[in-house]
């Protein structure tokens, strides 16, 4: 199964590692330790962030005009599902928060 390979640790270590516009040597030890904690969040939460880059769709319901009388067979993909959601949306507000810190510092 593809979770088990934990794709996102994968994408983490391949990130990009150079800041193009700036050297490390000319910024700030502020800036440098808000960078520290920007990358230990993404760090945290790459199986979110990789969900949300690699998006895909999970079918945890029969459709309206579909006629299904055995619904445990959508049990896994629901709970996949409200995991996955529950992540993004958890990311997401976090996320919001950090940026509006980063910028009023």
């Known amino acids: ?17 150079v800041l193009y516009f700036h050297r490390r040597a000319d910024l700030s030890a502020k800036v440098l330790n808000l960078l520290e904690e920007y990358l230990e969040y993404v760090r945290d ?3 979110a962030f990789w969900e949300v880059l690699h998006w895909f769709t999970i079918k945890y319901k029969p459709e309206r005009d579909e006629e299904d009388d055995d619904l445990d067979q959508y049990s896994v993909s629901a709970k996949l599902y409200r995991e ?5 949306e958890s990311v997401g507000r976090s996320m919001g928060a950090r940026i509006r810190k980063y910028i009023s510092k």
């Open 1 to 17: 199964m593809l979770r088990a390979k934990k794709p996102w640790d994968v994408m983490f270590q391949n990130r990009v590692k």
């Open 45 to 47: 939460h790459a199986e």
């Open 84 to 88: 996955r959601a529950a992540r993004h």
